[in-house]
């Protein structure tokens, strides 16, 4: 016959509520609840999410503010930006959300940055297989292959 436990003797008494069932659960169930990615809120990423929504919610301006997250890696950056943008997503339809989220890296060169700007944006992106801007050894600038219509002659 099986034990029964009240709730104030049970040996898993010490446990939320909300996770108690997982220390009877099959291994499936534990392994699931283990791996999921989980919100601990502490006071820099509840700042810096503050943050981030009274820019979002700033009226359209000439020059909209922007910011930049540098820390090291594995410090949370990434679950900040995903938290942030569920938050959003929740208080506003997905048409509204008017946010732009580009990750760089050591390897970014300025071409890299404009096509993954253009790709966040939905714009279409040029031909990438040649510059369509190219300056030859004599530095006059060419088009194509063709001079410039604007380069000095020398």
């Not at 060169?109 to 510059?131: C, F, M, N, V």
């Amino acid at each position: 016959m099986p034990l029964k436990f009240t709730p104030e003797d049970s040996p898993f008494a010490h446990l939320h509520p909300d996770i108690a069932h997982l220390a009877t659960a099959d291994r499936a169930a534990c392994k699931a609840a283990i791996l999921t990615d989980r919100w601990v809120s502490y006071p820099a990423t509840e700042d810096a999410i503050e943050r981030l929504s009274e820019m979002a919610d700033t009226p359209p301006q000439l020059r909209m503010a922007s910011v930049l997250f540098w820390a090291a890696p594995n410090s949370g950056k990434s679950h900040i930006q995903r938290r942030f943008l569920e938050l959003r997503a929740t208080r506003h339809s997905t048409d509204e959300v008017g946010v732009l989220w580009l990750e760089l890296n050591d390897e970014l060169t300025e071409k890299r940055l404009y096509l993954d700007l253009l790709t966040a944006l939905g714009a279409p992106t040029p031909d990438t297989t040649a510059s369509s801007l190219q300056v030859p050894g004599d530095g006059s600038p060419t088009v194509a292959g063709q001079a410039h219509p604007t380069a000095d002659p020398r």
